[in-house]
């Protein structure tokens, strides 16, 4: 090697090493950064299932407990639950954007920093979601994913309590024809309301079997 070929090597190899930190320090940062991302959204996924539960619960005790209040408060109490399903299924979606590339970075940089199996073509399915950010849930995995955690959990309980009220004000009134016939709002037969309430449940149970089949993470 001649003395310019050994000053030209001289002067790369610092400026080699410059951008290999860098882009080791840039990874770095970007997976703190995307970890607290997906902290506060697991946060926030938390605070909107509390606000659910609350409300279902405060309305539930509030119904059964004052026997002159309408059993429509429960039909309500399912529309506004699915308000929270919706909003708590945009934050999962924006959660699981997050958690892709956490994993990305654990399964391919954090991989070969500690001598393992990297997975293969990680940098640039990483590079694609930066420049193209898009969430690896679609809006029917989300919305299924959720209502199996937690959301027909809380449509049973409200369901149950739909049901327990109306028995209720069949007793009370001595009606002889059922607690279906107390149903009834307005001018809406008893029969054709559970039959809508009967047609949403089967809608969500629907979602929540299809929704698994979309959803392409891991189950943690």
Known sequence: M?????????QLEPTHEKNDSGRTNSLIHLYR????RMTLYRVRLDTTTNWAVVTTAGIVTFALGNPEVSHVVFLFAMILTLFFLNLEA???RIYETAHRRVRLLERGFYAEVLGGAAEPGWKAALLT???????PVSRLGALGWRLRRTYLWVYT????AW??????MNQTRGDTH???????IGLVPGFTVALLVGGFYLLLVGIA????????????
Request: net charge negative.
């Open 2 to 10: 001649t003395p310019d070929q050994v000053r030209v090597t001289a």
């Open 33 to 36: 950064g995307e970890l607290g």
């Open 90 to 92: 945009r934050r999962f």
């Open 129 to 135: 979601n930066l420049e193209r950010p898009e969430s």
């Open 157 to 160: 309980a409200l369901l149950l």
């Open 163 to 168: 049901w327990g009220k109306l028995t209720v």
């Open 178 to 184: 059922g607690a279906l016939a107390e149903a009834a």
């Open 209 to 220: 079997v299809v929704g698994s089949v979309t959803y392409p993470q891991e189950a943690d």
